[in-house]
């Protein structure tokens, strides 16, 4: 028993919140607590560095652990690079929730789109045994930049439509809800929350 409530997990060391947003670039964007405040600083921060950034991406499936590794290597050989890559993360997760629930400035939508298209240039097209496939360079971008290239099919695609944010109280996680039913993060957490104080009103 490690102590741990049951929406997070130990992961290498760090705690990261379990993935419940139906989609890695939703998932990302719920890597911190309480969204009420987008510019504000977190309530929780799970991205506390950027090692902790490439063990979540190994966590959700985005890299494969061998990448990780081999960037976490890098990444030593290069702290302040690795801490500038994180920041640019950061702020490219506060521009995308505003992005992906409408409220966004021209300005957020400006950046997100930057750094998609960035993310787009920076791809090879790599001979396969059968064909071909987009990589990018593996450096200290690239966890950033395979994020942003989901983030690009997410805003063009019909998923966009089915984007939900949790109207848990301080939380504003994103979920995809492509049938309409769903209305919680979590009801581990904000749902079971709501529940206990609908009953406290009902007592009262
Ligand atoms: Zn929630």
Known sequence: MTGIPSH???????VLPR???A???L????????WTTV????????LTSYDAFLIWNSYVGLLPPATVSRLREQAGGKPAEAVRRLHTALEFRADLYDVLTGRTTGAAFEAVARVIEHASGRRQLVRTEESATWELPEDLAQP???????AGELLTGHAHAHVRRCPGESCGWLFLDPRGRRRWCSMATCGNRAKVRAHAARVR
């Open 8 to 14: 997070l997990e130990l992961v290498q060391g760090v």
């Open 19 to 21: 993935p419940v947003g």
């Open 23 to 25: 989609d890695p670039v």
């Open 27 to 34: 998932d990302f964007v719920n890597t911190r607590s309480d």
């Open 39 to 46: 510019r504000g600083p977190a309530r929780t921060e799970w």
């Open 144 to 150: 950033l930049d395979n994020i942003a290239l989901l």
